[in-house]
């Protein structure tokens, strides 16, 4: 066994496949049984050493003993069972938030067509000349028409009337499109 140990080490200081053989053959099974301790769904604690695994490949690793191989492994195993845990956590809030917002049917079509007019108003921004576009574009990140001509090194004048002109052509374009009011809404 002590040889076995000795042989595995070596290999894995080389990242030599073999090591990652010896590893999953001595390993595999008590580390799914460890993730199975925090976590308690089998395929997820399978997923998450195998993925563990897979990580480790391509990786020339240099333990002093079994014991810090050891102490490497399962450390890594409990990390990632940490992070799975949050993820479904943080997957679980959200799924209950999603919920909640769609038994207000009214409110979920409302944030739909909000969503479906702006990508739209999106799309007019983007066909327009360029320095109209960047300065309707920073009006819509939410800065001052000062702080647009100061970003884009152009006078206050400047950037008055490009965004002047700007939503002129905007409001010409969303009319056609049936979209015009969304032009004082957004700028």
Not at 36 to 55: C, G, H, L, R
Not at 102 to 113: I, P, Q, S, T
Not at 120 to 141: D, G, I
Request: some cysteine; proline content about 2%; aromatic content about 12%.
């Amino acid at each position: 066994m002590q040889n076995e140990q000795k042989i595995l080490l070596e290999h894995l200081a080389k990242d030599d496949d073999t090591a990652y053989t010896l590893l999953y053959k001595q390993f595999y099974v008590p580390m799914v049984l460890f993730a199975s301790k925090y976590i308690s769904n089998e395929e997820a604690s399978k997923d998450i050493v195998q993925e563990f695994f897979i990580s480790m490949l391509g990786q020339k690793k240099e333990f002093e003993n079994i014991t810090a191989l050891k102490v490497y492994l399962y450390s890594s195993v409990k990390n990632r069972c940490a992070n799975y845990i949050r993820h479904e956590q943080v997957k679980g809030r959200y799924e209950a938030f999603v919920l909640r917002e769609c038994d207000d049917v009214d409110l979920f079509w409302d944030r739909v067509m909000e969503e479906d007019a702006y990508s739209r108003v999106m799309e007019v921004v983007q066909e327009l000349p360029r320095q109209y576009r960047n300065v309707m574009l920073l009006s819509l990140e939410g800065y001052k028409i000062s702080e647009v001509a100061e970003k884009m090194g152009i006078s206050l004048d400047t950037a008055k009337e490009y965004k002047k002109e700007g939503k002129k052509r905007l409001s010409v374009r969303l009319q056609v499109l049936g979209l015009g009011f969304f032009v004082p809404i957004f700028f």
